[in-house]
């Protein structure tokens, strides 16, 4: 027995490398197509829902396109990649929401001739959370993780304004994309931004338009502001046809509306309440530990330039949140109005609290 024990510890252990080599990749991923994407954020089609999904387990603040493509890189240098000429699938390095494993990213081959891009993301398998995931917020629902969804962690309503660009297709999308970088005034930040970056800011617009009755019927479409300047100066306007095809144009009757006030509060002695409930919050999704000395540290630098601040729009909601950054960090905390003070209601990461501050002010 002694003898065997130790024959099967001697083939247990791997021979002496001079330089650590990957694994070595299964027959399934040597038979994989050889026109698999190098990059998925520069070669493959990525639909905005798919990176709405991924946001519910990427950290605070992060990019899920950057998340996949690292990962990509990843799975491509040490063969975990499985599937078919047609499919394939790799692991991430983002825990499912349930904790059982990790999420899987699926690509599918476009069957469609007239596509630049021949793969897509078809599907990211993130489970679902167990409750009380998020403590002092049990039955929270938080089945839209787009960028606004931080704004409050205490908001128990489940809209998706995404949902109303789904039935674009990815020519579609790179078409308006393409067609509101080359309306808009050079400098403004669309101009350089992902198709992702721009149809999340066009539905939150449109959402904000339908919420606050700022739609303007015209010519058979419903026109609304991008808060957005066009080549004219004038603030562009967009509108959604039937055909789910997104139409943009400059207009100087356009305006937006956005609750300033909430800054003079913050500048002035407004109490600001940070109940037990949205602290944990905070501690669970982002890791930081808000306390009232923090708040009011944050209150001073922004009383020395009230240009840190910005201000969002919910879609949940339907409320102006201002957004104060942390000295010293990329967090922002988001703070709303209270009866006669201010609360603070959830935080951001500077990625997400910039995408919905957007939705107030075009800088």
């Known amino acids: 027995m002694e003898r065997d024990l130790a024959d099967r510890g001697q083939q247990s252990e791997p021979e002496a490398q001079p330089t650590p ?5 299964t027959e399934e991923v040597r038979t994989l197509p050889r026109d698999l994407p190098q990059s998925l954020a520069s070669e493959a089609q990525c639909p905005g829902a798919i990176l709405v999904e991924l946001a519910a387990i990427v950290p605070l603040g992060d990019d899920p396109l950057t998340w996949l493509d690292r990962d990509w890189q990843r799975a ?13 699938s ?24 007239s596509s630049t891009r021949l793969w897509q993301i078809s599907s990211v398998e993130i489970g679902e959370a167990s409750e009380g995931d998020l403590p002092g917020i049990e039955g929270t629902a938080r089945t839209s993780a787009g960028p606004w969804s931080a ?17 674009m297709d990815d020519d579609a999308r790179e ?3 393409a067609e509101l970088a080359a309306a808009a005034q050079e400098g403004q930040w669309c101009t350089n ?8 800011h066009v539905a939150l617009m449109l959402a904000k338009a339908q919420a606050l009755d700022e739609l303007v019927d015209e010519g058979g479409l419903s026109w609304f502001p991008l808060a957005l300047v066009g080549k004219n100066g004038n603030p562009l306007q967009a509108a959604l046809a039937p055909d789910a095809k997104v139409h943009v144009r400059e207009s100087a009757s356009v305006a937006t509306t956005t609750d300033v006030s909430l800054i003079a509060s913050l500048l002035g002695d407004t109490p600001i309440a940070a109940g037990q409930e949205v602290i944990a919050a905070i501690a669970a999704t982002s890791g930081s530990d808000v306390t009232p000395e923090l708040i009011e540290q944050a209150r001073r630098l922004a009383r020395t330039d009230w240009r840190r601040t910005l201000l969002a729009w919910s879609p949940e909601t339907h409320a102006t949140y201002l957004l104060l ?3 010293g960090s990329t967090v922002y905390l988001s703070l709303t109005r209270e009866g006669a003070g201010l609360a603070l209601r959830g935080c951001l990461g500077r990625e ?12």
């Open 90 to 113: 790799f692991p991430l390095t983002l825990k499912r929401l349930d904790g059982t494993g990790p999420a899987i990213a699926t690509l599918r081959k476009s069957r469609r001739a």
């Open 21 to 25: 080599e990957p694994p070595e990749p």
């Open 193 to 200: 931004a992902s198709t992702q970056e721009v149809l999340t």
């Open 76 to 88: 491509r240098a040490y063969g975990l990649i499985a599937g078919t000429r047609s499919n394939v």
């Open 325 to 327: 950054p942390l000295a």
């Open 151 to 167: 704004l409050d962690l205490c908001a128990t309503s489940d809209a998706d304004p995404l949902a109303a660009l789904a039935p």
């Open 175 to 177: 078409s308006f994309r």
């Open 352 to 363: 997400h609290a910039l995408a919905c501050a957007r939705t107030c002010s075009a800088s």
